[in-house]
């Protein structure tokens, strides 16, 4: 049995039956019947619009947000999923500030609710900047399925690690 390192948070019930998911390779199919098909936002325009269009319905108020991309740089394992970044630099006299999101390249065959759960998580850190209380919560309202997103994207990177990509969304 190997080592299940996307889930080893969560308690030993839930990891026993993913087990046997596992076991039985069922994973895969699994992942495929709920979500069937990769988004449509492979480059950096369209993810760009894509997490505009997400932040001015929840976000508002927030700063604008300067940059939106793909990065191949981002290592899932030792870093995240995406990045956030608030550059800040002084021109004359005045403050510049940018808001940036950076999601790893890896997730541009991926279901769009995993990218839409990516990019809600790198937004909500704009409002906090811990993994809080407050910070889960502005992630449900932005999100009501974040929660499960975020387990079915561990067992995709789960999937990754064990046996490679899922060969219904590579196109």
Not at 91 to 110: D, H, P, T, W
Not at 120 to 138: G, R, S
Request: glycine share 2%.
């Amino acid at each position: 049995m190997k080592k299940l390192k996307y889930l080893n948070h969560y308690p030993a019930s839930v990891i026993e039956q993913i087990q046997v998911i596992i076991d039985a390779n069922k994973l895969e199919s699994y992942l495929l019947k709920k979500y069937p098909h990769p988004h449509k936002y492979k480059n950096d325009k369209a993810l760009f619009t894509y997490v505009q269009k997400i932040k001015n319905e929840h976000m508002r108020k927030t700063s604008p947000l300067s940059k939106a991309i793909y990065d191949g740089k981002i290592n899932v394992i030792h870093n995240a999923l995406g990045t956030h970044r608030f550059v800040s630099r002084v021109q004359g006299s005045k403050l510049k500030a940018k808001n940036e999101i950076r999601v790893a390249s890896m997730f541009k065959n991926v279901p769009e609710e995993f990218l839409q759960m990516i990019v809600v998580h790198e937004l909500a850190h704009f409002k906090e900047k811990e993994h809080n209380k407050a910070f889960y919560k502005l992630c449900e309202h932005m999100f009501l399925d974040y929660h499960q997103v975020e387990f079915d994207l561990r067992l995709y990177l789960t999937q990754l690690d064990l046996y490679g990509k899922i060969e219904g969304w590579e196109k």
